[in-house]
């Protein structure tokens, strides 16, 4: 019970949080914010006090590999976005990461090659992302914006949770990263401000998930010799710090003030 109410209080104050910061500061921020370990994070710590470290430890390596399937949702739904509506592109691009999960789940690698071709995706899918303008369009965000966010980003956490640990840490890990936040800021940056900003906070989060990849690194290297208690601070401390080198390097560039 203890757990489920962390769930309820904490995940849409995260939300909240991100959302504001987005609005404030422009999509590419907001995208970094949202590639934070949001849903991981505390799955993975709940894994770790429930199920013990060699599982949590696989985990974190699936999550690790999890974030390639980020990548190809990020890529196709910013190219259908340009082109087709939020509720088409947002199926398929869910669509292309459980598919690539269900991929990956056949697939083991050493730590650094799997932290490698982690990096080589989200280097290869910033090359690739279209071009567009990121010029919001006229419309405001209705009063019910951020509630919204709010609710449909719970609803996704305690549906994946409920499910996650039953399939074993390697798969359990793959849909750790299920881009719950990213989904729920795609569908209100495009219906809000357009095709444009929503690849501005889908390019955000590809740079974020440079610096969030570490913090299954440092899992995976500290949980089999350290404590719970000091293994989570210590990665949350390196992908914070690579999270606020990114949000320094990015206000430095004029940004749409709506998402």
Known sequence: MNILLLKLILTPLLIAAVSLAGRRWGPTVGGLLVALPLTSGPILFFLALERGTPFTVNAALGTLAG??????????????????????ALPVALGAFLACAWALQFVTLPLPLLLGAVWLSLVLALGLLPRGSAKPSAASAPWWDIPGRMIVATSFVLLLTSVATALGPHLSGLLTPFPIFVSVLAIFTARVAGPGPTVQMLRGVLLGLFACSLFFVVLALLLPIASVGLTFPLAAAVVIAGQALWLGLSQRRPQPDLV
């Open 67 to 88: 974030l390639i399937s980020n990548v190809v949702f990020a890529l196709v739904l910013a190219w259908l976005v340009m082109a087709r509506p939020w509720w088409v």
